[in-house]
């Protein structure tokens, strides 16, 4: 995608006034433990500029962004998360990538979001409704051979050990009113 200039002269002499987007990785607790932050002011106004994304539309693609780039913690080299979200509210869709340098990439199946009436909250669970989310790494390291999940939970004997050519799971059956954590 070609990047478009952010047209507003004051957000841009904000944006320049701020350290550099990045991501610091921690480990704790004799490596058990990774912690990721991410700073990404300047990506999350590049996005809305490339995509033309309204307040909503901002607020949602970032989210997706922002969860991307967290992923991508979680690979190296060349490798790449994908975050895809496909739903049957209003939002219909979201698609994102992210590599293992820091670099993102997406977009909204809907843009601008369809909205029936205003929004009243920022809780966005009617404008997404029933869906899936897939998480999927796209390795290109070949000595990679396994790698394991768990949905809710850290427990030593609990881990689902997956062969590395499977690049995709879904996870189907979970209860859509609670939020839920990948391992």
């Known amino acids: 995608m070609i990047k478009k200039k952010i047209e507003d ?61 967290l992923l991508s913690s979680t690979v190296k080299g060349n490798d790449r998360i994908q975050l895809t979200i496909e739903c049957g509210g209003p939002i219909a869709g979201v698609y994102t990538e992210a ?23 920022l809780d966005l669970n009617e404008l997404y409704g029933p869906g899936f989310i897939s998480v999927s790494k796209l390795l290109e390291d070949p000595l990679v051979t396994t790698f394991r999940y768990q ?12 062969d590395s050519s499977v690049t995709s799971y879904t996870e189907r059956g979970l209860d859509g009113t609670v939020d839920h954590a990948l391992y």
């Open 9 to 69: 002269s004051n957000l841009r002499e904000h944006l320049a006034s701020l350290p550099e987007d990045g991501r610091e990785v921690f480990l704790l607790h004799n490596d058990q433990v990774r912690v990721t932050a991410i700073s990404a002011t300047t990506l999350i106004n590049q996005m809305r500029a490339n995509h033309e994304l309204g307040l909503l539309e901002t607020y949602v693609l970032g989210q997706a962004y922002l969860a991307a780039g």
């Open 151 to 162: 949905v809710d939970g850290e427990e030593e004997d609990n881990w689902t050990v997956v």
């Open 99 to 121: 590599w293992a340098a820091g670099a993102v990439r997406g977009y909204l199946k809907h843009n601008p979001i369809p909205l029936t009436k205003p929004l009243e909250s």
